[in-house]
């Protein structure tokens, strides 16, 4: 696929590492949503027909680590792969686990991706044709509106989810 780029005259608004950082903030705010979540709660609690959380975690660690190597490198997965329960661990201390290794492969990651890349209009996971920065701001939106699932899920069950703010 040819890829084209975003043509754009306007001034840089966020830098790539306060990006990076805007970004590990929320993961390490999902991440302690995670961590609240009683073990058994985490894999079966569910309002409405909605998702357990450790899925919805599943899916923000399956758009993730690919997600940025996609980013990185115009190779983008097709989402039709995306199992989000079949590679879940079976305990909170996996995924927790697995969680901390994405977080690791992005930081590694990140550093590969060029300014440039971040304009290059791509089919991220063979489905969504859009500019790389729009992606990217996809996968944080995705998490913020799955980790708000998430503290639903903790107050239902008389858990105090972790402030928002503190990224």
């Known amino acids: 696929m040819e890829t084209q780029t975003a043509t754009t005259t306007d001034q840089l608004f966020i830098s790539t590492d306060a990006m990076l950082a805007h970004w590990q903030g929320h993961r390490n705010l999902t991440r302690r949503v995670i961590e609240a979540f009683p073990e058994d709660k985490l894999f079966n609690h569910s309002i409405g027909g909605m998702r357990p959380f450790a899925e919805l975690a599943m899916e923000l660690i399956d758009i993730a680590a690919p997600g940025v190597e996609g980013l990185a490198t115009g190779k983008w997965e097709k989402i039709e792969e995306f199992d989000h329960t079949k590679t879940m661990p079976k305990t909170k201390e996996g995924l927790l686990e697995l969680w901390d290794k994405v977080t690791v492969t992005i930081d590694s990651t990140w550093p590969k991706i060029s300014s440039e890349r971040f304009q290059k209009i791509e089919s991220a996971f063979g489905?969504?044709?859009?500019?790389?920065?729009?992606?990217?701001?996809?996968?944080?939106?995705?998490?913020?509106?799955?980790?708000?699932?998430?503290?639903?899920y903790l107050r239902s069950l008389g858990i105090q989810p972790p402030f928002f703010w503190e990224r």
């Open 127 to 152: 489905q969504y044709e859009y500019p790389n920065y729009a992606s990217l701001l996809y996968f944080v939106d995705n998490e913020i509106h799955h980790r708000a699932q998430g503290y639903v």
